[in-house]
């Protein structure tokens, strides 16, 4: 499951930011867990409910930085978390 850990490359020089990727890694690892494990759908549902509210959370904060430091890939990086949540949306309807 090492696809799943946090490694010095992944610093993005913001140690608010670098711990709330942590964090995401965890809950992806707790949700990898419960499909690996074959836990009932409402256990995995759970897990990756929380894995959305976390991306939520995170993603609020990390879009405000951006946009107040005027990231000048802004609109893709935002356009890009919009589908990666999509795709978790739709994951939820399977
Ligand atoms: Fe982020």
């Not at 509210?53 to 990390?62: F, I, R, S, V, W």
């Amino acid at each position: 499951m090492s696809q799943f850990v946090w490694e010095e490359k992944y610093d993005v020089g913001v140690r608010l930011f670098n711990e709330q990727h942590k964090q995401l890694l965890n809950i992806l690892r707790d949700v990898y867990k419960a499909m690996e494990h074959k836990q009932d759908k409402a256990a995995i549902a759970e897990v990756i409910n929380n894995l959305i509210k976390y991306a939520k959370e995170h993603l609020t904060q990390e879009e405000a930085c951006l946009k107040e430091n005027k990231y000048p890939d802004f609109e893709n990086h935002k356009n890009y978390m919009k589908y990666l949540f999509q795709k978790l949306s739709n994951s939820m309807k399977i």
